[in-house]
């Protein structure tokens, strides 16, 4: 018989190991027969006051609760297969390849740790031990075990999953230290938004037992402590957001736990650090990427999809924030309703163009916005459908659509400035890319000042998506596959380096600091003036000026100064004929429309480059000290509205070329003038102190100056008899009196 003492000693002992259990530890994973002494007291008297509750009992409840939590009721999953076969018919076979891709390759039981080799004996490499590590290929083996009805798949989960743990418990497995690590942020955090739809779709299998449910959740406990603990503090980037969004998940859906609330707190406030320092006041995802932008989005779209579904609270500059990533998709959108390449997008190497439809999608099912619903698909994503209820799907049968009202509009706080004439299919539009981001430039490409243009429905100025691990990263992110102005040998992006991981993704450590000198928009023409640094160490500087006369076409002006001579080049990106060149270069495309590059002042030489069925031409003006390009960004519908090859040269689309006095365009009321010194326009002698390009605008009474140049100026004439000087700047418009 036990004395009184000792009792009271093995009392106070599990009292303690009690409270010593109320935090979920993150070294290791709990056995299932553990779980029950780390639920919240009221959950504990829901299920029964047992200390050890039965493992039927527990698995019983959990299933219950994730039902009602996830995204759609797993008890539903079977009606849902179905319909996902009939409207994804595609799927099935890329399910079945990625799957048999993933098994040949690893065993059940895998390693962890580098170095270790595939099944058939060759080395894995970072970049695979890294998807590896995110298991996205997992998701596919569920679905086969669906299509095949086949529990052995049920099995190579739990045990791959097992494998992982017993190289916790054992640390033999990739550190982050080491840039490899299997629970950094980003692949934890994939892995449990993986694994989390796995355990939702196998609740329905029998085979999948109550031992195995439990230690999934055991399994997705140990990652939410791990992610808690090492993400205490904001770290810059979405590396964090894909693990703390992952946080959020699993601290809602298996909110029974102890420490759970803290775990959501933390997940929240990070959050919305990160949408404060990190979507950009106006409203772009800071890394400046489409890629990225969409990939914070699914970051944010899962937690805020949750917390509805749990009526949990969102702070309303939450949401706001999260919408303002949706209607920026729909201001950078090109008039066919993709969205040009911008820096480290990835999805389809080398394609010109993105698809924002699916992220858009998802941005009318949550905020009803009929301009997103613009751009809306009648269904989601293959991917998507399994996070999206039962109501959203029915809202996708009727969508509502309004055409966007947006035309040119700028975001200044991340450098991107948009001209365009409307959002109809065939309609205008052009992109500079004017910035860099001063926290995180890894993604950034050599491509300040660059453009991109649409018209047609064809890109007609392209830039190129990319893969981290193929060989030409470098030469894709750099400048010859940019449509940018260069100088001799140099190129924009310097001291080009390999991440320590090892998966192929670079980056520059140098690259030109851009200044936006005036950006104006109106109902006719629309005005972009900048400059970069990237020159200044061969003793160039450099200027570059955007005009876009509404509906008809784009004036790009490059313009450099240097003491010594330089060979001055443009970078076109397309495919062009060269009958003409270097003068005139024309792109042609599939349904008739076109492109012509036209040079308004005389340059030397045309060369061209290309790669992986990507081709460009270099256009050069040979040692020179000055020099400025003047070229025409032309865009046709038809071949009878080219630039006429066959004719002079004076007239394009009713602007009239006049090269009297340097070089000017006229149409109606209003006329440009390039690398003037002196005016006369009708009675009137406008003279300034330097060269410089500026519109004059004939109105009833007045005339209306506008300064084009990079630099300000002094205009010198008479008026009524009396001379007068006025300062010209680009902050304001001259007006003069008849």
Not at 496 to 519: A, D, E, M, Q, R
């Amino acid at each position: 018989m036990l004395n009184r003492a000792f009792v009271v000693f093995l009392c106070g002992y599990f009292l303690l190991q009690d409270i010593v259990a109320q935090e979920i530890p993150s070294d290791r994973v709990l056995a299932a027969e553990q779980l029950y002494n780390y639920l919240k007291p009221d959950v504990k008297k829901r299920i029964g006051t047992k200390r050890d509750a039965e493992i039927s009992e527990l698995a019983q409840y959990f299933r219950e609760q994730y039902s009602k939590r996830y995204f759609y009721d797993w008890k539903t999953f079977n009606n849902r297969f179905e319909t996902y076969k009939s409207q994804y018919k595609s799927q099935k076979n890329k399910h079945f390849d990625a799957a048999s891709d993933h098994m040949s390759k690893y065993a059940a039981y895998t390693k962890w740790k580098l170095p270790f080799e595939y099944l058939n004996g060759t080395p894995v490499n970072a970049y695979a031990l890294r998807h590896l590590a995110r298991q996205h290929k997992m998701v596919d083996i569920a679905f086969v075990s669906f299509y095949k009805k086949d529990s052995k798949y049920v099995d190579y989960f739990t045990d791959q999953q097992s494998s992982l743990n017993n190289a916790l418990h054992s640390g033999k497995y990739e550190f982050i230290k080491d840039g490899n690590g299997i629970y950094e942020a980003f692949r934890s955090g994939y892995r449990v938004l993986n694994w989390l739809q796995i355990h939702q779709m196998y609740l329905s299998q029998e085979s999948y037992s109550d031992q195995e449910q439990l230690q999934t959740i055991s399994t997705l406990l140990q990652h939410g402590a791990h992610l808690y603990e090492n993400n205490q503090q904001f770290t810059s980037g979405n590396h964090q957001t894909r693990g703390v969004s992952a946080l959020a998940m699993i601290s809602i859906l298996l909110r029974d736990f102890k420490g759970t609330d803290k775990w959501y707190e933390k997940a929240m406030s990070l959050l919305e650090e990160h949408l404060k320092k990190e979507i950009n006041q106006d409203g772009f995802q800071f890394e400046r990427t489409i890629h990225y932008h969409i990939s914070d989005i699914e970051n944010y779209f899962f937690v805020y999809q949750l917390a509805k579904i749990n009526n949990t609270k969102i702070s309303p500059f939450w949401e706001a924030k999260l919408e303002s990533l949706f209607t920026t998709l729909v201001k950078i959108a090109y008039p066919d309703k993709s969205a040009p390449v911008l820096s480290d997008d990835t999805n389809q190497p080398w394609a010109e163009k993105n698809d924002i439809s699916e992220a858009l999608t998802l941005g009318y099912l949550i905020f009803n916005d009929a301009q997103m619903g613009y751009f809306a698909n009648k269904h989601v994503s293959s991917r998507m459908f399994w996070y999206i209820s039962d109501l959203q799907l029915e809202m996708l049968k009727n969508i509502k659509k309004q055409n966007p009202k947006q035309e040119s509009l700028a975001f200044q706080n991340t450098g991107y400035y948009i001209m365009r004439n409307g959002f109809n299919e065939t309609d205008q539009m052009l992109v500079i890319s004017a910035g860099v981001d001063d926290l995180k430039p890894d993604h950034q490409h050599g491509d300040i000042l660059g453009i991109q243009a649409m018209s047609n429905k064809k890109v007609l100025l392209p830039n190129y998506q990319v893969r981290y691990y193929l060989d030409d990263l470098e030469l894709f992110k750099n400048s010859l596959t940019k449509n940018v102005a260069l100088v001799d040998e140099l190129l924009q992006g310097q001291e080009y380096t390999s991440n320590k991981g090892g998966s192929g993704f670079g980056k520059f450590k140098k690259l030109p600091k851009p200044i936006v000198l005036k950006w104006e928009t109106g109902d006719a023409i629309d005005v972009f003036v900048g400059s970069h640094d990237g020159f200044e160490s061969t003793g160039v500087s450099y200027n570059r000026q955007l005009i876009y006369l509404k509906n008809d076409f784009w004036i790009v002006k490059d313009n450099f100064k240097s003491k010594d001579k330089h060979v001055y080049k443009q970078v076109w990106q397309g495919h062009y004929s060269e009958e003409h060149a270097p003068n005139l270069l024309r792109a042609t495309f599939d349904n008739g429309s076109g492109m012509d590059l036209y040079q308004l002042r005389a340059v030397d030489e045309n060369n061209v480059g290309g790669s992986r069925g990507k081709q460009w031409n270099i256009i050069s003006k040979m040692s020179e000290e000055d020099f400025s390009f003047i070229t025409l960004v032309y865009p046709y519908n038809s071949f009878d509205k080219r630039i006429d090859e066959t004719q002079s040269f004076t007239e394009f689309k009713g602007w009239e070329l006049d090269r009297t006095n340097g070089i000017s365009l006229s149409k109606a009321n209003r006329t440009l003038y390039f690398s003037v010194e002196k005016i006369h326009f009708n009675e009137l002698t406008f003279e300034f102190d330097k060269q410089l390009d500026v519109l004059i605008e004939e109105l009833d009474s007045t005339l209306k100056i506008k300064l084009l140049s990079a630099e300000k100026a002094s205009l010198k004439f008479k008026h009524n008899g009396v001379a007068k000087v006025y300062v010209l700047n680009h902050s304001k418009d001259l007006i003069i009196k008849k």
